[in-house]
């Protein structure tokens, strides 16, 4: 955890660097003045910066939020600006009045943007729902964050650019993107045999996302380049792969609890138990052990097992491994607790696949229900959530 905070707060302003300049480059590349994308980023860093200092509200937000909030900020709330700029010179053209043209663009895009944004808005605030509360966590401060972007666009940006609508004037470049005129003819041409391929490639896709395998743990996040990632391939290359869980039982039953030790070192991946029965033995009472060593294995209700493991910190057999060390405690005691980096990776990974599964489906009903209520339409929404939803299956 220490090192991957102290990478994260060390990389966050490469990223954010990165990210401005790309994000500067592509919005020279798609609007018409050289301080166009400059007043856009001006207007979007107030956003950022607003978002961020109203992190203040929540007390404490995860490193990771404080890492990705400003980035996924920008990606999905950066063209609520460039929607308003170009309907502004769009209404130019018709109005004379500047102040005109601002309402008239500020009429004719709030509907969009105010629906792009509610449903971005809507798909974070479904992470809330999360049992891992990295879920709560991210999505109080992304959903906020688009809701600060929207307000800025509409609060902030018109008057921005009312303010230097003569200097985007005189800077005009000519277009570096082509015109889109003979793909969309050739789109509209070709629409039959494309919802063909559309259709045929949905199922295959929905259920080769649902194949997928996936990491939960930290033990793959850091690579040999990290000094954490180098010191970890060191001790393994020595004394291998191993973990740690500890077994907490009801005290009292050594004879139980002796059964219960016996059976789990049976398992090929325990090469050690620690416990009061392993190490003292059941025929000596406790009242002859003194406070200090006796306090290490039992306390005033349990008794606990510590397990030594060769085992990975997470993957199938790690998981088969936690799965048949809870039902045999099971089979002795009513009542247990088992912990352990393993456990703790398999418990997130039961826990984040039933959270995701119920987080998207919310998302998706309630970005279907704004739809509707945005475009008084129910095909439409049904065909962008779908289109959408086969995207992101193609993708994963």
Not at 54 to 66: C, D, Q
Not at 104 to 109: N, V
Not at 203 to 231: C, H, M, Q, V
């Amino acid at each position: 955890t220490a090192a991957a905070t102290k990478n994260t707060l060390e990389e966050v302003s490469v990223i954010a660097a990165c990210t401005v300049i790309f994000v500067i480059f592509i919005l020279i590349m798609t609007t018409n003045s050289w301080v166009e994308p400059l007043v856009i980023m001006l207007g979007f860093g107030a956003a950022i910066v607003i978002n961020m200092g109203t992190n203040l509200l929540f007390g404490t937000i995860s490193f990771v939020s404080n890492a990705a909030a400003p980035t996924l900020q920008i990606a999905v709330s950066l063209d609520y600006s460039v929607f308003l700029i170009h309907r502004f010179e769009q209404c130019r053209k018709e109005t004379a009045d500047v102040h005109e043209a601002m309402i008239e663009a500020l009429c004719k895009s709030t509907p969009s943007i105010l629906a792009s944004g509610l449903t971005t808005v809507i798909g974070f605030a479904a992470l809330c729902l999360m049992r891992f509360r990295i879920g709560p966590d991210m999505g109080l401060v992304l959903a906020k964050g688009v809701a600060i972007s929207l307000i800025s666009v509409f609060v902030l940006m018109p008057n921005l650019v009312l303010l230097t609508y003569r200097l985007m004037d005189k800077t005009v470049h000519r277009p570096f993107v082509p015109k889109f005129d003979g793909f969309a003819r050739m789109v509209t041409k070709v629409m039959i045999p494309l919802a063909v391929i559309f259709a045929v490639i949905m199922i295959p896709s929905y259920l080769a996302s649902n194949a997928n395998s996936y990491y939960y743990g930290a033990s793959y996040i850091f690579g040999k380049g990290t000094e954490y990632g180098r010191d970890t391939e060191a001790v393994e290359a020595v004394y291998g792969k191993s973990d740690t869980y500890v077994l907490m039982v009801p005290k009292g039953d050594n004879v139980t609890m002796k059964k219960l030790s016996e059976k789990i070192q049976a398992l090929p991946q325990v090469s050690s138990v620690l416990s009061y029965v392993d190490t003292v033995g059941v025929e000596i009472p406790e009242q002859y052990l003194d406070e200090e060593t006796l306090s290490k294995l039992v306390s005033e209700n349990y008794s606990r097992l510590v397990l030594n493991l060769d085992t990975e910190y997470e993957g199938a057999d790690t998981f088969a491994l936690v799965e048949e060390i809870r039902s045999t405690a099971a089979e002795f005691y009513d009542t247990y607790h088992l912990a352990g980096q393993g456990v703790t990776t398999y418990d997130l990974m039961k826990t984040v696949t039933g959270d995701m599964l119920k987080v998207n489906l919310i998302a998706i009903g309630a970005v279907f229900v704004v739809l509707l209520l945005t475009m008084k339409s129910v095909s439409l929404p049904v065909l962008l959530v779908l289109s959408i939803e086969t995207a992101i299956w193609v993708n994963m």
